[in-house]
């Protein structure tokens, strides 16, 4: 079984910054892709950025130069570095974690942290 301990969510005035961690434990495959998403009040949950294993990152228009997502593949750990917050980065963040093993595609979440970004 496969759990993410996310940590790091608070309240932050805009511009201001703050550092979100996930670490994942349990039976991971070494070839995997860990991410955060969020979700805000009355809209879906969207990508926010990813980082596969290889490094290569996939970030969200809306946050680009402002969010930086890395990882430490010898802790099984994600993190999302978020500068110049601005209130509508207000959501619910998840960290995720997927993998391909033998043609099954296997997808694991975070139970959320809440970021507030006050004006």
């Known amino acids: 079984q496969v759990q993410l301990v996310e940590s790091g969510g608070g309240l932050v005035q805009a511009g201001g910054s703050l550092r979100l961690s996930c670490a994942a434990s349990?039976?991971?495959?070494?070839?995997?892709?860990m991410g955060w998403y969020r979700q805000a009040p009355g809209n879906q949950r969207e990508l926010v950025a990813a980082i596969t294993s290889g490094g290569s990152t996939n970030y969200a228009d809306s946050v680009k130069g402002r969010f930086t997502v890395s990882r430490d593949g010898a802790k099984n750990t994600v993190y999302l570095q978020m500068n110049s917050l601005k209130p509508e980065d207000t959501a619910v963040y998840y960290c995720?974690?997927?993998?391909?093993?033998?043609?099954?595609?296997?997808?694991?979440w975070g139970q959320g942290t809440q970021v507030t970004v006050s004006s």
């Open positions: 995720s974690l997927a993998f391909t093993l033998t043609g099954r595609k296997y997808d694991y």
């Open positions: 349990g039976i991971i495959f070494s070839i995997n892709t």
